[in-house]
């Protein structure tokens, strides 16, 4: 299969990229890993008239602590983000996902950027920046702005991001003693998009209780979907497997799954309910190995 | 070997839309081809360059036949642009044999019989060498993490994991690798 024409550009610097973006009026389409957007474009579910590769702008691939935030580029390769030890020790939830996306020669390819505009509801990484407050940093015509993940997924494959936006870092909240994140994923096979994912970051404070807690689901509805109630519920809570199976009550109501190939809908909340115990039991030991 | 690659010009017939022109070191020799967008970089080897040793197995990103190492990363060829290896290394299974020698990766699937049809060799021997650059000393796990993305129908990946063992071995000179 080979895609439909296009024009290629390769722009040298973001603001020549956004100027062709402007150029292209939404006909144009951002490539940065392409593991997603040439595989629509094979199957003509995508026909851009053209493709900016963002891959040739410097500077766009960092993964780095800066006052109180993480940053991470937008072209940052996957398995740079598995390999980064940064991410393992102190946003765990990031190298379980990043472990899980597709397989490790997709993952050369595929970036953070990429997972996180293309908005499939099957992409991994936009639970987890759900579940970790993540904002993302966009650059336009008119400057740059910042967006909370949570106003960011509007349905599936419709994002808050402009045609001529490019996203060029996200930004989590920096870590602190006391955290904790996971994220499990039941995929049918290696590589596969997941029946049910569920993404989790705890912040306990100083007397050991949760303070925080930030639960998203991946695959469970038309967008990954923030389950507020489920976060909400454990507010002030000791971390007791009562408390766990509570909130997976909670985003189980909040996951909106359909009946497809990977399973029934009440399958999946059957599924979602499981997973968001178990999750929430990793990230709290996690979250109390360090406190 | 590299010195085989013969190429051919076929992807510069008029009627194909826009093109560009791309330099990309394949097997250590620079090759400029003019080359439409859309060209998969598993097509510009195999058919512009006639480097067939490339196998295309799934074409949906699934099965890993047409691996390939571009800037020593193994990527699936069939989901890279060639357009986006301009400038770049890409190196290919003939490009993995020197002097006459086979390499270690390619005597450990010889010796272990590590294929059947020999379909997702290419691949899979170009994931191998890839990590083999990186872990010299893979535990089995980790063989078998790096293979995740090379489908293999025959095998059941048994003999597959002892070739790349093998060729761990041959490459370090150690007695064995991790457990």
Redesign the interface.
């Known amino acids: 299969?080979?895609?439909?024409?296009?024009?290629?550009y390769?722009p040298g610097t973001l603001d020549e990229a956004i100027g062709l973006l402007e150029r292209h009026q939404g006909e144009a389409k951002v490539?940065a890993g392409?593991?997603s957007l040439?595989?629509l474009m094979?199957l003509r579910l995508a026909e851009p008239k053209a493709?900016i590769?963002i891959?040739r702008i410097p500077k766009l691939a960092y993964i780095r602590e800066e006052g109180e935030q993480l940053r991470i580029g937008a072209a940052t390769k996957i398995n740079a983000l598995n390999d980064s030890e940064v991410i393992r020790t102190h946003y765990p939830l990031f190298s379980d996902a990043g472990m899980h996306i597709?397989?490790?020669?997709?993952r050369?390819?595929g970036t953070v950027g990429g997972n996180v505009c293309h908005g499939d509801p099957g992409n991994d990484l936009p639970a987890c920046m759900l579940a970790s407050g993540a904002s993302f940093v966009v650059r336009g015509p008119s400057g740059e702005r910042a967006l909370a993940a949570k106003e960011f997924y509007r349905d599936t494959f419709v994002t808050a991001l402009e045609p001529s936006e490019i996203l060029t870092e996200v930004r989590l909240p920096k870590y602190r003693a006391g955290d904790g994140g996971a994220y499990l994923k039941m995929e049918r096979k290696?590589?596969d998009f997941a029946i049910a994912a569920v993404a989790a970051r705890l912040r306990s404070d100083a007397k050991g209780t949760i303070a925080e807690a930030g639960i998203a689901l991946t695959n469970a509805g038309p967008t990954a979907i923030l389950a507020v109630k489920a976060g909400e519920r454990l507010a002030n809570r000791a971390g007791t497997d009562a408390d766990f199976l509570d909130s997976g009550r909670l985003a189980a109501e909040a996951a909106q799954p359909t009946s497809d190939l990977r399973g029934p809908a009440e399958f999946k909340k059957a599924v979602i309910q499981t997973l968001t115990q178990r999750t929430l039991q990793r990230a709290w030991e996690r979250a109390k190995g360090r406190s | 070997m590299a010195s085989t690659a013969i190429p051919r010009l076929t992807a510069t017939a008029p009627s194909s839309g826009p093109i560009q022109q791309v330099t990309v070191t394949v097997n250590d020799v620079p090759f400029t081809m003019q080359v439409e967008p859309r060209t998969l970089l598993v097509h510009f080897l195999r058919d512009s360059l006639g480097l067939t040793g490339t196998h295309i197995g799934c074409d949906t990103t699934h099965c890993g036949a047409c691996t390939v190492l571009v800037d020593d990363t193994p990527v699936k060829s069939c989901t890279v642009l060639a357009v986006q290896a301009n400038g770049r290394k890409v190196r290919t299974v003939e490009g993995l044999e020197a002097n006459g020698k086979l390499h270690p990766v390619q005597e450990g699937f010889t010796v272990e019989h590590g294929l059947q049809c020999g379909f997702c060799t290419p691949g899979m021997m170009m994931t191998s060498v890839a990590l083999l650059a990186r872990n010299p000393n893979p535990s089995e796990e980790e063989i078998r993490r790096a293979i995740s993305g090379n489908l293999c129908r025959c095998t059941g990946y048994m003999n597959i994991v002892k070739a790349i063992q093998h060729a761990a071995q041959a490459q370090s000179g150690a007695s064995g690798g991790k457990p």
């Open positions: 299969m080979i895609p439909p024409k296009f024009d290629y390769a490539l392409g593991q040439l595989p094979k493709l590769d891959n597709a397989d490790p020669l997709v050369n390819m290696v590589g």
